[in-house]
């Protein structure tokens, strides 16, 4: 964790881990894509890939690359917990049966959500969060607004967003025991709390919820925990966009002006999603041999997939290194591609488009803010900002 701008924060990123939240990684990004397609890193041991055409690759490649480890299909520090149950259940964690089970209602039932009503309840339920320091305002708004989606009263908001929290911490290999064990009492609670919400009176038309149970079969242990993992991942990623959407307004004052419009502000949303996403890699593990871009990889192998580094692909977006509110056609992997690209994307944008216009009303000064700085929290994926 390097404090913004400190000069205790090296100059280049030690490796693409530490990248996620380095001040500026981006030109450590482009020297990677001028390197080998696929670069192996001892350090780390395994493969990067950094250019957009290679990522793109990589992500298609269903077959042999998997979501998981065969070996390790749960974390083996969550494996038998509550928290390890809901992860074990999630689309984003597997690969055959379990995903194909539910990715299908998942994703019909979050493109059918009206856009509309749900920047109203954006920010209806952002208004309603209590003042806090703003780098935790940065998850409330957004987590608290899916749980609302998903039929959860306004009474249960904040209880469920602190599950929601501690549950994504058994997410990153980062987490602390105390950490671990905080996770799967979150998790253990919010699957009793989804029993609740799908055993109780029908939902509300138009919900989430109402949404998700219309596209699927009988409610079970795996459609609840994939419940629980839509509010998990809405957490950190749209935290993110959100906090670093602020930072591209606190950067370039010329965006100001922009901010005034619901598409303005949804504009900056896409760019920043583009220019300084909030999920900068994603993984995934070899299950038999392939070749990719002309290098073979054995079963067993890793593969750190750049998506940060992708959008910044003068291949992919012309001109990428400058902050450009509309573009002929913009270009991003920073969700995903493929068979597990993110159902969430217009979802996510919405939410942080509401999310910014709320904050925008609470931090009128944004300057006096952007002089007290920012640093990023520990994580090696998500790019997340604490304002100081
Ligand atoms: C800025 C916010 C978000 C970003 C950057 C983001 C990014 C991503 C990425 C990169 C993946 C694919 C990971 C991979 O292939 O390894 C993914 C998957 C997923 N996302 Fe998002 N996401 C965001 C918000 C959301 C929201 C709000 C939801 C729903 C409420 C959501 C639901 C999902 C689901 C269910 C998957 C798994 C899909 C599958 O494996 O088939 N995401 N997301």
Request: charged content about 20%.
């Amino acid at each position: 964790m390097y404090p913004n701008n400190s000069p205790t924060s090296p100059d280049v990123p030690l490796d693409p881990v530490a990248a996620v939240t380095h001040a500026d990684p981006y030109p450590f990004y482009a020297s990677l894509r001028a390197g080998l397609p696929l670069a192996w890193n001892e350090k780390l041991r395994l493969w990067v890939a950094s250019r957009a055409e290679v990522i793109e690759e990589v992500l298609q490649a269903h077959g042999a690359l998997r979501v998981r480890p065969a070996a390790e299909p749960v974390p083996n520090a969550i494996a038998g917990s509550p928290a390890g149950e809901v992860f074990g259940h999630l689309v984003r964690m597997n690969d055959g049966a379990a995903h194909e089970a539910h990715r299908p209602a998942l994703q019909r039932a979050l493109a059918g959500l009206d856009l509309n009503t749900v920047r109203e309840a954006a920010l209806q339920v952002a208004r309603q969060v209590q003042q806090q320091p703003l780098s935790d305002t940065l998850f409330s708004m957004p987590v608290r607004s899916v749980a609302r989606l998903l039929g959860f009263a306004d009474e249960a908001l904040p209880q469920v967003d602190l599950w929601t929290r501690d549950f994504v911490a058994c997410l990153s290999p980062l987490s602390t025991a105390s950490q671990l064990q905080g996770a799967s009492t979150a998790a253990g609670e919010l699957m009793t709390r989804f029993e609740g919400l799908v055993a109780g009176t029908p939902p509300r038309r138009g919900t989430l919820l109402a949404g998700v149970l219309a596209e699927s079969a009988a409610p079970s242990r795996s459609l609840l925990a994939n419940l629980v993992g839509l509010l998990s991942q809405t957490c950190d990623a749209t935290a993110g966009l959100l906090g670093n959407s602020l930072i591209a307004l606190m950067r370039d004052p010329s965006l100001r002006a922009s901010a005034r419009t619901r598409d303005g502000l949804q504009a900056i949303v896409e760019e920043t999603a583009r220019h300084d996403p909030s999920v900068h890699n994603t993984r995934r593990f070899v299950a038999e041999p392939v070749t990719i871009a002309g290098t073979p990889l054995a079963a067993g192998d890793t593969v750190l997939v750049l998506l940060a580094s992708a959008n910044r692909d003068p291949s992919f977006n012309p001109d990428p290194d400058s902050f450009i509110l509309v573009r002929a056609k913009r270009r991003m992997l920073g969700f995903g591609r493929g068979m597990h690209a993110c159902p969430g994307q217009a979802l996510a944008c919405t939410l942080a488009a509401a999310g910014l216009e709320a904050l925008l009303q609470r931090v009128p000064d944004i300057d006096a803010q952007r002089l007290r700085g920012w640093h990023y929290r520990p994580s090696v994926a998500a790019r997340v900002p604490v304002f100081h």
